[in-house]
């Protein structure tokens, strides 16, 4: 099994910046990858961006590209997602996911709790 932990959520003005974080723990050596997914609310779920372990292979929703980027610290079995520019159409629960094997824009394998992202007008 494999446990997410996020961190980094908040309440920021639009134009502004957040950091989130997400620490796996348990079996780490089972994962390929790890990225992100949000859900605003009356929507779906959503893909936002991914990594494999190295960086050698990134993912972006074309909606975040330019202002959000991924990043992983495979020592510290550790992914974030450095968001800027946010906007208000960005507020939503962000959820960290782990891959096994390829990266899906579906779903993770396993998934984090979750971190309310707010960003006001």
């Known amino acids: 099994q494999v446990q997410l932990v996020e961190s980094g959520g908040g309440l920021v003005q639009a134009g502004g910046s957040l950091r989130l974080s997400c620490a796996a723990s348990?079996?780490?050596?089972?994962?390929?990858?790890m990225g992100w997914f949000r859900q605003a609310p009356g929507k779906e779920r959503e893909f936002v961006a991914a990594?494999?372990?190295?960086?050698?292979?990134?993912y972006a929703a074309d909606s975040v590209k330019g202002r959000f980027t991924i990043s992983e610290d495979y020592v510290k079995s550790t992914v974030y997602l450095q968001m800027n520019s946010l906007k208000p159409e960005d507020t939503a629960v962000f959820y960290c996911?782990?891959?096994?094997?390829?990266?899906?824009?579906?779903?993770?394998?396993?998934w984090g709790q979750g971190t309310q992202v707010t960003v006001s007008s």
């Open positions: 996911a782990a891959f096994i094997g390829s990266i899906r824009k579906n779903g993770g394998d396993y």
């Open positions: 990594i494999n372990w190295r960086g050698s292979i990134t």
């Open positions: 348990g079996r780490t050596s089972s994962l390929y990858a």
